[in-house]
């Protein structure tokens, strides 16, 4: 199980967001995190806990192994506000339930 | 580019059926595993089922298990979801999800790499 914190994060734009993902038991870096926008396809930002997918912008890293990960955007555009969403397969296959990054 | 469009969702009742498909372009379909992931409203990401390259591994979520079939057409570039019996709680946005390309037949432990943007199914009388 992934619990993902906080449920919901309100951050201006250029502030540093810090999205958590907490396993129940240890996935080691296999590890992914996406974004969610409305009416549009899942994008794969993190893969392997740490690594940026293709095309992503360097303000989003990942972090963490074990049972305790993090996604940090450096500084946020008007674009990032949007769902996040930790996605492990160590473990059969289960998602978290989200953290909604709102503009203040 | 990749692109993957899913159709065949709508309103059906309960105890209905429906068939869902994804089209598959922009990659060599025959070589990735494909998998089925659904969203009900206001909900979280939910992964439903997974066939690989070859059809030869498939597996499903408890929750669907003997309901719905997973299939795939390798010369249509084509993947479907057989859903029987719908129930009430199977209405969410179906999505289908690629497996990256390292990943072998069978087992993968990296997140999905293409998504498309959905089918919603919704089983209602």
């Known amino acids: 199980v992934l619990t993902q914190s906080p449920a919901t994060l309100s951050l201006s734009p250029g502030e540093r967001a810090t999205l958590s993902c907490r396993a129940s038991q240890s996935v080691s870096s296999d590890l992914a995190w996406y974004q969610q926008k409305p009416g549009q396809a899942l994008r794969l930002l993190i893969y392997d806990a740490s690594n940026r997918a293709t095309g992503i912008s360097g303000r989003f890293s990942g972090s963490g192994s074990g049972t305790d990960f993090t996604l940090t955007i450096s500084s946020l555009e008007p674009e990032d506000f949007a769902v996040y969403y930790c996605?492990?397969?160590?473990?059969?296959?289960?998602f978290g339930q989200g953290t909604r990054l709102e503009m203040k | 580019e990749v692109h993957l469009v899913e159709s065949g969702g709508g309103l059906v009742q309960p105890g209905g059926s429906l068939r869902l498909s994804c089209a598959a372009s922009?990659?060599?379909?025959?070589?990735?595993?494909m998998n089925w992931v659904r969203q009900a409203p206001g909900k979280g990401l939910e992964w439903i089922s997974y066939i690989s390259g070859s059809s030869r591994f498939i597996y499903y979520e408890n929750s669907v298990k003997g309901r719905f079939t997973i299939s795939r057409d390798n010369a249509r570039d084509s993947l479907y979801l057989q859903m029987n019996s719908l129930r009430d709680e199977d209405t969410a946005v179906y999505y289908c999800?690629?497996?990256?390309?390292?990943?072998?037949?069978?087992?993968?432990?990296?997140?999905?790499?293409?998504w498309g943007q959905g089918t919603l199914v919704t089983v209602s009388s």
């Open positions: 922009g990659f060599s379909f025959s070589r990735y595993s």
């Open positions: 996605l492990q397969r160590k473990v059969s296959i289960s």
């Open positions: 999800a690629r497996d990256p390309p390292q990943c072998g037949e069978g087992s993968c432990l990296s997140g999905f790499d293409q």
